[in-house]
């Protein structure tokens, strides 16, 4: 019983594991997938922006080339002319002009300033290839903007710093380019933080941020730089669904693993292991079906029939009991059906000492003599008579004959009668039955049906009703359903009858109530 309920145990224990173990590690998976998404994604958008950079930069480029590759005197209404053209060109181009010894010499927008001296600082930043760069230049005719410059060789161009970080952004990420000779910031998005983009870059991007992700992109032929960065929640909902994903498939996954290790433990509680399990419990129940004198109607005596109702299922016996035979419990479910039926009539066998309960036992209880002994001890000292416990065997069960033969004789020699139970179906000859001496003979009740309906299959009960008559053995019909039946049992000799006609099986309550009520009411059967 003990390893019973550790083994119950364990596979409960293991069917819960797999169920949530599954559930658990997606909730992980899901964690670690959202944020190895996120970083993808955010990857995905830093290279992106550093593309943008590479095209204003070169976008500049192309435009200075433009505008050395047409002729034109230095600030002629021609050259003017052309940058204004250049300006028209390229998109990202704002301003396009002519500059020397330090000053501004004249652009289309603020036409020729040769005679005005508008200084032109220093560079803030030469490139290797000859370009010269200002960062924050004030455009001469606006004291808002401050663009960024490029130069060479006295054309140069300006560029809005927010060309290099508008990019088309739901989310809207901050996004800071940078010039990673210098480490300087070239622009700047709307709600980045200089500082703070500056120093993600110096890390590459490894911050530990619990608010923030970070991402850097480089670019691979000039000295520029991006560092973008999202916040994590605002993949909260993206996460959610990742979430909702990996658990549906954690439950499914931990439902099959439970469906099967719960097939595993139903086999183990297999229906042999239930069966023990229900007769170590005594889970089972005795009725007892009465057996009447049919010239009477009076009852003489009652079999013991098992019930066993599982979950609220009634197993049938004839299933049940064939599973105890199989797997070695038909002793004890004997043992309990002896005890229960003593439990239950002993105050009736006592008070009534011609009444008889007969008992059914297997093959195996015939084989030796350890149920006739369990019987005598049992019977010791209770006032009930050898003669009211009787022993039911089907001609199934004779068939190991020597042994069997034995074990009769000494039932018989203890006082207890032996029936033969469902005879005719156990294809018994008449002259091998003649060397067992028993005691009644129940007809079974596929013949009892025959009767009182078309001649030809009624034609087998007459025959053995008489073979039991030369027996010299008393008779029990089974399953008596109808008057008729009953009328043609006495015609011919029948002595005994059981059936629903009487009383089906019953508890020794209702038992009592059907004998005290049949009293009142008995109406002997005459010819
Ligand atoms: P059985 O010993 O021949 O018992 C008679 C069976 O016929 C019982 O079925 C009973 O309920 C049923 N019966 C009686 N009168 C009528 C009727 O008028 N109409 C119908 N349709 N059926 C009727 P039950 O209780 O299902 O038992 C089936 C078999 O299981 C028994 O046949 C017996 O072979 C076996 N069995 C029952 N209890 C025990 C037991 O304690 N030990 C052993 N070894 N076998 C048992
Ligand atoms: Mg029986
Ligand atoms: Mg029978």
């Given at each position: 019983m003990i390893k019973r309920m550790s083994l119950i145990s364990a596979s409960v224990a293991l069917g819960c594991i797999v169920t949530v173990a599954p559930v658990l590690t997606s909730i992980y998976i899901a964690d670690e997938d959202a944020e190895l998404r996120e970083q993808e994604d955010l990857q995905q958008f830093a290279a992106k922006a550093v593309m943008r950079t590479e095209l204003v930069t070169y976008q500049a480029f192309a435009a200075i080339a433009d505008m050395e590759a047409r002729p034109g005197g230095l600030c002629s209404p021609v050259q003017i002319a052309q940058f204004a053209h250049v300006i028209f060109n390229?998109?990202?181009?704002q301003d396009a002009g002519a500059y020397g010894g330090g000053e501004y010499l004249c652009s289309?927008?603020?036409?020729?300033v040769r005679a005005q001296h508008l200084t032109m600082p220093p560079p803030d930043w030469r490139s290797k290839d000859g370009y010269q760069l200002w960062y924050r230049q004030k455009n001469p005719v606006s004291d808002e903007r401050q663009d960024i410059q490029i130069g060479r060789n006295g054309k140069y161009v300006s560029i809005d710093p927010q060309s290099y970080v508008d990019l088309i952004d739901p989310a809207q990420r901050p996004i800071a380019a940078i010039n990673v000779e210098t480490n300087t910031i070239l622009a700047l998005s709307s709600g980045a933080d200089g500082d703070d983009m500056l120093s993600a870059w110096k890390l590459a991007g490894h911050v530990n941020n619990e608010q923030w992700h970070y991402a850097v992109a480089r670019s691979a032929s000039r000295p520029l730089g991006v560092v973008v960065k999202s916040p994590r929640s605002s993949l909260v909902g993206h996460w959610l669904g990742l979430l909702v994903m990996w658990l549906s498939i954690g439950v499914v996954v931990g439902g099959v693993l439970g469906w099967i290790a719960f097939r595993q433990i139903s086999r183990q509680l297999s229906f042999p292991a239930t069966l023990e399990w229900a007769i170590v419990r005594k889970k089972i129940d005795v009725f007892f079906q009465p057996i009447v004198r049919l010239t009477s109607g009076e009852c003489v005596g009652v079999e013991a029939l098992v019930r066993w109702n599982l979950n609220g299922r009634n197993i049938s016996p004839e299933i049940f009991v064939a599973v105890a035979e199989q797997n070695g419990l038909i002793q004890p479910l004997t043992d309990l059906v002896l005890d229960k039926t003593l439990d239950d009539l002993s105050t009736l066998l006592r008070s009534r000492p011609s009444f008889y309960v007969s008992i059914n036992v297997s093959s195996e209880d015939l084989r030796t003599r350890r149920f006739l002994n369990v019987l005598t001890a049992r019977l010791r000292?209770?006032?009930?008579?050898?003669?009211?416990i009787r022993i039911e065997a089907t001609e199934?069960?004779?068939?190991?004959a020597d042994a069997t033969r034995q074990t009769i004789a000494a039932f018989r020699d203890a006082g207890h009668p032996v029936y033969i139970d469902?005879?005719?179906?156990?294809?018994?000859?008449l002259s091998y039955l003649q060397t067992f001496t028993i005691d009644v003979l129940k007809i079974d009740k596929s013949f009892i049906d025959?009767?009182?309906?078309?001649a030809a299959s009624s034609i087998v009960a007459p025959h053995i009703i008489a073979m039991a008559h030369e027996l010299g053995v008393e008779i029990v019909a089974e399953g008596v359903e109808r008057d008729v039946q009953v009328e043609y049992l006495v015609e011919r000799g029948v002595q005994y009858g059981q059936g629903w006609l009487f009383a089906k099986a019953m508890r020794v309550d209702e038992l009592v109530l059907w004998l005290n009520e049949r009293r009142t009411v008995l109406q002997p059967i005459h010819l």
């Open positions: 390229y998109r990202y181009v289309p927008l603020s036409g020729d000292e209770t006032g009930i008579r050898p003669a009211q199934r069960s004779f068939m190991d469902d005879f005719g179906t156990g294809y018994s000859s025959t009767i009182g309906q078309d």
